[in-house]
């Protein structure tokens, strides 16, 4: 297997071990930023839930200002990719 390896992809062969621990920081960065993500959108979600108008403690001024965090940070990627 590691000959065929070698015959298709000489570069990977050779830097085999920097391959591998580029994918292992690969996967860390990946789910340490999916799990920052995941915990942001749960209290953007929470915030906007509970201040909506009939949520359970409405409160119009943080439901405004998340709203508009949100939509901001929405847009960025775009603008990016405008870019």
Do not use: H
């Not at 580029?22 to 789910?31: H, I, P, Y």
């Not at 340490?32 to 942001?40: D, M, N, P, Y």
């Not at 749960?42 to 108008?53: C, D, E, P």
């Amino acid at each position: 297997m590691m000959e065929w390896i070698e015959r298709i992809a000489p570069n990977l062969y050779a830097y085999r071990d920097r391959f591998f621990t580029s994918c292992q920081a690969t996967g860390e960065m990946f789910v340490k930023a999916g799990l920052i993500a995941f915990v942001v959108g749960m209290l953007f979600g929470v915030i906007l839930v509970v201040t909506r108008k009939g949520g359970i403690s409405e409160n119009p001024v943080i439901y405004q200002i998340a709203n508009l965090l949100i939509n901001v940070f929405r847009a960025i990627p775009f603008i990016i990719l405008l870019i």
